[in-house]
């Protein structure tokens, strides 16, 4: 981290004086791109054109504060989006400054500052007003100061409130209806009480990322689930808590979701990979992305006759109400027959040289060069003096014998089966 030789105190003026110089970033890139800086009567750090992009990332530069409002409306009038992670910035104070003097910000990212504990006055917030997407990672923000501030966003999408430690949600008494994506990951919330309150703050939320939150249950009637968030289309549980199939099946009463992602959570460690994605396929009817994959038609369709003979066994009184509804559609099937698809290891073959035939076993994953140094004692002949053909018994003599002419040819490739032959033509001198 840089640091001002001023006891620490380090300007968005100066990180931007610097970084962009003409000596650091000589070029400019594309017309109009920059903003020429007129020396002031105190003399501006910069008096050559600095080629500022719209897109300005000052991450880890170990800015302080604001510097002269003045410079700072001067350098970024055109900024439209703005990284400030890993900073810092302690003072909501100093943010507001640097706010004020770009007025067509849509994108902040004050990730990583230390703002635990700061606050701001809601008449100062609307600095805050254009943004459309704010990110408050690891800032520790209270949730007292996410009110303030969504209070004042009235066009606010995007908000990112990871690894802030939060236990409890605090509820807003103004409701932030323009919010679409709420990013919450790795957090501390536990209970449905406590996530349930998103619901009631961001009533238009359309993805909810809760991952690696230790999210226990969906505890709610299923009749009053539709309440919470109507208009949810995506849901990321991946490494939460969830230990119960009702809880999955919960998730059917969300009217509009379509997407959900459940990675890593107990309920699912005891299955195979593919029997997690067929239970869950046939417990979500509604979902048509699971995990990032599309769920197509005919996938489902396998998934819903796989989670009915998985519940042959199962006792009536603990049967799924899911099974029930599936058994209406296809019927009481029956359990497939047991088939083995792993592939072959190996084959037996005949093998013919001349007037002689002999019966032989075959590895399928050795090579020609090994085959043939496995053919010398039944043949008495060396490798270096063989011609080996593979023969395909099915298609008999209908097709020409195959010659074995590459030594690294895996045999597995020919596709050989029991029965086949090889035969062996000693070479000419």
């Known amino acids: 981290m840089q640091q001002s030789e001023n006891g620490g105190r380090r300007t968005l003026v100066e990180v931007i004086s610097e970084k962009y110089s003409t ?18 009567p105190q003399g501006s750090p910069v008096k050559n054109r600095l080629n500022l992009p719209s897109v300005l990332v000052l991450d880890g530069c170990g800015i302080t504060e604001a510097g002269d409002e003045e410079e700072v409306a001067t350098f970024c009038a055109h900024v439209v989006e703005l990284d400030l992670s890993h900073n810092q910035l302690r ?53 007292d100061m996410v009110h303030t501030l969504t209070g004042e966003i009235p066009e606010l999408e995007e908000l990112f409130l990871s690894l802030n430690e939060y236990e409890r949600v605090s509820v807003s008494p103004i409701p932030c209806s323009s919010l679409r994506l709420l990013h919450i990951t790795d957090n501390l919330l536990q209970d449905w009480a406590e996530v349930r309150k998103l619901g009631l703050m961001f009533p238009g939320l359309d993805s909810l990322i809760l991952a690696n939150n230790s999210l226990t249950s969906i505890d709610e009637p299923q009749d009053a689930l539709h309440t919470v968030f109507p208009k949810l ?46 239970l ?105 003096r063989m011609r080996v053909f593979y023969i395909d018994r099915q298609l008999g003599y209908a097709r020409s014998p195959q010659e074995l002419l590459y030594g690294s040819l895996a045999l597995h490739s020919l596709r050989i089966r029991d029965g086949d032959e090889i035969l062996v033509v000693p070479k000419n001198n």
């Open 91 to 143: 003072d909501w104070g100093e943010i507001t400054k640097i706010l004020s003097n770009i007025p067509h910000l849509d994108f902040l990212n004050l990730s990583m500052n230390p703002l635990r504990g700061a606050s701001l006055e809601p008449s100062a917030a609307e600095a805050f007003s254009g943004l459309r997407r704010l990110v408050l990672n690891n800032t520790h923000v209270s949730w």
């Open 23 to 40: 000596e650091n970033f000589p070029y400019c890139r594309g017309p109009g791109v920059g903003v020429v800086v007129r020396s002031s």
């Open 280 to 384: 869950i396929v046939a417990q979500l009817p509604g979902v048509s992305v699971l995990n990032g994959s599309i769920v197509t038609e005919g996938e489902r369709e396998d998934a819903e006759r796989f989670f009915i003979r998985y519940h042959l066994d199962c006792p009536e009184q603990e049967l799924p109400q899911r099974y029930h509804s599936l058994v209406e559609r296809y019927g009481r099937l029956e359990p497939l027959a047991d088939v083995d698809l792993r592939p072959q290891r190996s084959v037996r073959v005949e093998v013919r040289c001349g007037d002689k035939v002999e019966g032989l076993k075959l590895r399928l994953e050795q090579t020609v060069a090994e085959l043939k140094k496995q053919l010398r004692p039944v043949v008495q002949l060396p490798p270096s």
């Open 233 to 278: 289309h995506s849901i990321n549980l991946h490494n939460s808590a969830l230990s119960r199939w009702e809880d999955i099946e919960k998730l059917n009463c969300f009217p509009k979701l379509k997407e959900v992602r459940l990675m890593g959570i107990p309920l699912l460690q005891q299955y195979t990979e593919q029997e997690r994605r067929c």
